[in-house]
């Protein structure tokens, strides 16, 4: 591609809406634009790596025995009403009519569609287990669509059905793909973590994240760098230590506390650590109220709480407090509230001696509280949120707590849309069975973006070889100087004829701009034609990874460049699988 006939629009500044730094870069290097709220044209230096990513994944789908198809994005209503979808997913789901008044949706996922098309075609076991995959278009009416490629409403993505006989085949093909996602994100230069993950939306039995640490993410997660261990955060657990529980026990003693309130000032006016209170807290759940207990240096996890007190979980109204137990938040405890309302306890403050907590007394509180002796507890949970440092609960080395950014997800779906909608096969017994499926997704635009955030620096972009829109630049610095000009075209072609992909720079524009876009295009390598190398009969690269610069007569520069250049391609090569 020669820059001086293409559309490569990159702005200088950055544009305010934008916050990410992927988002950011995608505008500035001329990749997206935005047509409104979620909803981005791709110009064609962004297609260009959006091909790149896709023909990975197709190369790796196709790998695992994945036949590619292409499904409709327009869906009638009907089969979404089978499956109860079309109520499930509420306001994220595009909705219209068409001209005859049939309701329509904006598929924002298709185990609908393999269904419906399973349910006529597939008949006997021996047809299975087929992976079908497609890269396509999907629509969700996200409520906050921002963060540029990460949140949109529109977005490209490859999903693929695994559709099997029974569990065992499901397992068979669930581990293809986890395989397959593995050399995926490897071969785009991702260093991805893998969580077990709540299936939300999805229904079904086990499912994985593949999640690649970024300050752009929207999951925090705690990770270990010594063992695979990683969790979201809202399930992760840590081998954290116990409260000590072998002290003589003090006499339980009310004490004046006026409007000290939170654990740190009531702390501070007892002078004692946080970490000997316990800290009260009242919710209201499916069965009603209930108190909650942690640590005073912990802090209560709500999505762990939601599994023990059910969907309708809220923080108690401080007026509902008040009527259940007589006191203010802030001076609330457990002591004296067994049999009124259920106690739920962390497991951390099992054996807690010589704790201090809320006297359900306005502007008192009680030191001397002994865990199991003072109050028993009606049942302990993993209710605290895992803290940055902790130990591993595989390994014990200190865990990591990261944002992150979802890269891709694989969902054992089991058998709840193809029960739903009818879709069965005869087993090898000649009985009717529901046909066992799995669905498997990745964002393309997300794959992009995390790349993006991942290898960044002040300048700009750091593509990583394999989804680099050119792999190399050849920058002309002055294309008025004849010379020059032929000099870079002939390198153009000779480096086009040699595979790469690549980039001619030939706009008549001042070195300094040129080198500042080539640094926020990213392209791994540059080559630059200057009046002085070309008289010494040598060029300039540079390394965009690395920084590296080099000046080297022709024939040598080019050995660098082909070196650099399957060095870059071997870092990214995926592990060969036994
Ligand atoms: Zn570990």
């Not at 929207?218 to 840590?238: I, Q």
């Not at 990261?402 to 849309?417: C, P």
Request: aromatic residues 8%.
């Amino acid at each position: 591609m020669r820059l001086s006939k293409a559309f490569i629009p990159t702005l200088k500044e950055v544009p305010a809406d934008a916050v990410v730094i992927s988002h950011k870069l995608m505008l500035r290097a001329g990749m997206v634009r935005g047509l409104m709220a979620g909803v981005y044209s791709f110009l064609p230096y962004g297609q260009r790596a959006a091909l790149k990513a896709i023909n990975i994944i197709r190369e790796e789908m196709d790998r695992i025995g994945g036949q590619e198809v292409l499904m409709p994005a327009l869906n009638p209503a009907e089969i979404w009403q089978e499956t109860e979808r079309y109520e499930d997913f509420g306001p994220e789901m595009f909705r219209l009519q068409d001209r005859k008044e049939r309701e329509l949706v904006l598929a924002p996922t298709h185990e609908e569609v393999i269904c419906s098309i399973a349910r006529g075609e597939v008949r006997s076991y021996k047809e299975l287990p087929q992976i079908w995959y497609q890269i396509q278009t999907k629509f969700r009416d996200e409520p906050r669509p921002r963060s540029g490629e990460l949140r949109t409403r529109q977005f490209v993505m490859k999903d693929s059905y695994s559709l099997d006989v029974d569990e065992a085949g499901l397992d068979k093909s669930y581990l293809k793909h986890d395989e397959a996602y593995r050399r995926i994100f490897r071969r785009a230069g991702l260093d991805f973590f893998v969580v077990g993950a709540s299936s939300g939306l999805m229904g079904g039995s086990g499912s994985e994240e593949f999640m690649v640490a970024s300050d752009a993410g929207e999951d925090t997660c705690a990770v270990c760098d010594h063992c695979s261990y990683a969790a979201n955060l809202e399930v992760a657990t840590s081998d954290v230590a116990d409260t000590p529980t072998n002290e003589d026990a003090q006499p339980l003693t009310k004490v004046h506390t006026p409007d000290q309130r939170t654990v740190d000032e009531v702390a501070a006016f007892l002078k004692l650590n946080p970490d000997r209170f316990i800290k009260s807290l009242v919710f209201m759940g499916d069965q009603g109220l209930a108190m909650v207990l942690v640590r005073g240096d912990d802090e209560v996890n709500e999505s762990k709480l939601l599994r023990v007190l059910g969907a309708a979980m809220r923080p108690a109204y401080p007026e509902e407090v008040k009527d259940a137990i007589g006191a203010e938040i802030g001076f609330l405890g457990p002591v004296g509230l067994e049999g009124k309302l259920p106690i739920y306890a962390d497991q951390r403050l099992r054996g807690g001696r010589n704790m201090a907590t809320g006297a359900n007394e306005d502007h008192y509180h009680v030191t001397g509280v002994q865990v199991d002796e003072s109050f028993k507890p009606d049942q302990y949970h993993d209710l605290r949120t895992v803290k940055e440092g902790e130990p591993c609960p595989n390994c014990g080395s200190p865990l990591r707590v990261v944002k992150a950014i979802e890269l891709g997800h694989i969902f054992k779906l089991g058998t709840k849309y193809s029960s739903a909608m009818n879709a069965t096969v005869l087993d090898a017994e000649g009985r009717n069975v529901p046909i066992v499926m799995g669905s498997y997704g990745i964002g393309v635009g997300r794959m992009i973006a995390a790349a993006i955030e991942s290898h960044a620096d002040e300048s700009g972009i750091v593509w990583p070889v394999t989804l680099a829109p050119y792999e190399a630049a050849v920058i002309v610095l002055n294309v008025k100087d004849e010379k020059l000009l032929s000099a870079g075209e002939g390198l153009y072609s000779e480096l086009k004829k040699s595979g790469y992909d690549v980039a001619l720079d030939d706009r008549d524009e001042r070195p300094g701009y040129k080198f500042k876009d080539a640094d926020l295009l990213g392209y791994p390598f540059q080559v630059v034609v200057s009046e002085r190398n070309l008289a010494e009969g040598k060029l300039e690269l540079k390394n965009r990874s690395s920084g590296e610069k080099v000046v080297l007569p022709r024939t040598q520069a080019l050995k660098k460049l082909k070196q650099w250049y399957d060095e870059a391609w071997n870092r990214l090569s995926p592990e060969p699988t036994p």
